[in-house]
């Protein structure tokens, strides 16, 4: 990995988490959202406020404050790794943008009730889910990591004659 590689992943990771940290904090500190008001914003999106005390689509949020800080900390150590042992620039832009995000999402929790979303997803009545910009971009990263996984990004090997 060269080196301007390496400086490109870390600003990508740092973009995702200040992105979602300036949201946050107009929406929440400055605009002073209120919890539970939602906004039409297009017939499937809402804008409004919600804290979510679990990990992504409030999965173990029956866990203690502590066992969700185990699992965080667990998570992003083992992306950590991942990222610093990467070769492949595409791997390297993925996981540091899912770190950024993640890394956001769990300052979160030091900071609010819970992991600040925003975006409501829905058809009609039934909702799909509610993210932020820290979960769309840790659904960013990972796609860049699919594309890497299906080949896309890597140098083509030389035909043997």
């Known amino acids: 990995m060269t ?3 390496l400086i490109l992943s870390l600003a ?3 973009a995702a988490f200040a992105a979602d940290r300036l949201h946050k904090y107009v929406q929440v500190d400055v605009m002073h959202w209120p919890e539970g008001h939602f906004k039409p914003v297009l017939p499937f999106l809402d ?3 919600v804290y979510n005390t679990g990990v992504s689509y409030s999965l173990l949020s029956s866990l203690p404050v502590w066992g969700i800080g185990i699992v ?3 998570a992003l150590c083992a992306l950590i790794v991942w990222w610093a042992r990467s070769t492949s620039p595409l791997v390297r832009a993925g996981l540091a943008i899912c770190i950024g995000g993640a890394v956001s999402n769990a300052l979160d929790r030091l900071i609010y009730p819970g992991v600040a979303d925003f975006f409501w997803l829905h058809f009609g009545d039934t909702s799909l889910f509610v993210f932020n910009l820290a979960d ?7 796609c860049l990591l699919l594309l890497d996984a299906l080949g896309i990004g890597r140098r083509k090997a030389a035909n043997p004659a």
């Open 3 to 5: 080196r301007q590689g």
């Open 12 to 14: 990508l990771g740092v």
């Open 47 to 49: 804008l409004g406020l």
């Open 72 to 74: 965080i900390a667990a």
């Open 136 to 142: 769309a971009a840790i659904s960013l990263g990972v």
